[in-house]
């Protein structure tokens, strides 16, 4: 069983960033996939980044290539969303989710995980 805990949104202006934070607790989160998703009102939850239990893939929505930067600590149980250059239509709740994998590879549709944070609003006004 693992928990996931996302931190870090808030409200910032267009052109600021922002970095989200996924902490996990539980076993064996060294060897889970994590991603983070958005959902904006309205709209449908739609992938943002992805990466693999190592670290070493990672996979970014064509919105926010260039612009954010997902990472993995190991050591920490966290994974990271480094969120620059926002824009308004970045504005949306940010789900982080993960999956046990037993290849190192990253999982970008959500029904291929199966625990989900809370989430956590993040706000880009013009």
């Known amino acids: 069983q693992v928990q996931l805990v996302e931190s870090g949104g808030g409200l910032v202006q267009a052109g600021g960033s922002l970095r989200l934070s996924c902490a996990a607790s539980g076993r064996f989160f060294s060897r889970y996939a994590v991603g983070w998703f958005r959902q904006a009102p309205g709209k449908e939850r739609e992938f943002v980044a992805a990466?693999?239990?190592?670290?070493?893939?990672?996979n970014y929505a064509d919105s926010v290539k260039g612009r954010f930067t997902i990472s993995k600590d190991n050591a920490k149980n966290t994974v990271y969303l480094q969120m620059n250059s926002l824009k308004p239509e970045d504005t949306a709740v940010y789900y982080c989710?993960?999956?046990?994998?037993?290849?190192?590879?990253?999982?970008?549709?959500?029904?291929?995980?199966?625990?989900w944070g809370q989430g956590t609003q993040v706000t880009v006004s013009s």
């Open positions: 990466i693999s239990w190592s670290g070493a893939g990672t």
């Open positions: 989710a993960g999956v046990h994998t037993p290849a190192d590879s990253t999982v970008v549709s959500w029904y291929g995980y199966n625990y």
